[in-house]
């Protein structure tokens, strides 16, 4: 009877742990499967938000299309305004040198609306030396027509009174004054212009007695 007591409390524990084994199995194949849904839920998750990436990226895309497509017309207009201006200003710097390294160039007017023209497109950003003998060259040749109008004066009705003499005496310092600033700085007249016998012709009717 004992022993028949031992077989069947045996085959009970041998019933349960089957039992135990086989919920254990369900258990394990839950868990497979639950954790094979959540890992297709997160897969297919990650999946939309690529594509949602990817389509704002094509829509930047597109974006940045239309831009270039409209910034390239106006680059190029852009360019071929920066072209033609640097253009026009290549040749005002040549007008302008040519007035002012032509000894010939004798007409302060004529360099005067040079300058004005080089001036408005910039030539001094480029060549502001240019600029500076052009300015020396048209202050010298006004002042020598102011000198030969004087000389021309006193010649004709010798200076009577003190303040005459004295505005005679600036005219000619001014003449000289620029005079010598254009020879160092390699700038010549046209001999033709006679302006060494203009300045010593003035300087001894300024040191003349007054009569």
Known sequence: EGDAEEEEDGAAMAAARQALGMEGLRSERRGIVENSAERLEAAVKRMEEAKEKNMDALVDLKGLQDERTTFKPEFLEERE????????????????????????????????????????????????????????????????????????????????????????????????ELLAKASSKGLGLSPDLGAEELVAKAAELAKAPAE
Not at 89 to 103: A, C, F, G, I, P
Not at 128 to 136: G, H, Q, T, W
Not at 139 to 164: G, H, K, N, V
């Open 81 to 176: 305004k920066l072209r033609d201006g640097l253009a026009v200003r290549y040749q005002k710097q040549s007008d302008l040198m040519e007035h002012v390294n032509n000894k010939e160039r004798v007409d302060a007017d004529a360099i005067k609306e040079a300058l004005s023209s080089a001036n408005e497109t910039g030539v001094g950003v480029w060549s502001p030396e240019l600029i500076e003998k052009a300015e020396l060259k048209t202050e010298l040749l006004e002042a020598l027509a102011a000198l030969r109008s004087a000389t021309e004066a006193e010649q004709a009705e010798p200076l009577a009174d003190e303040a005459a003499r004295v505005a005679f005496g600036k005219t000619l310092a001014t003449a000289e």
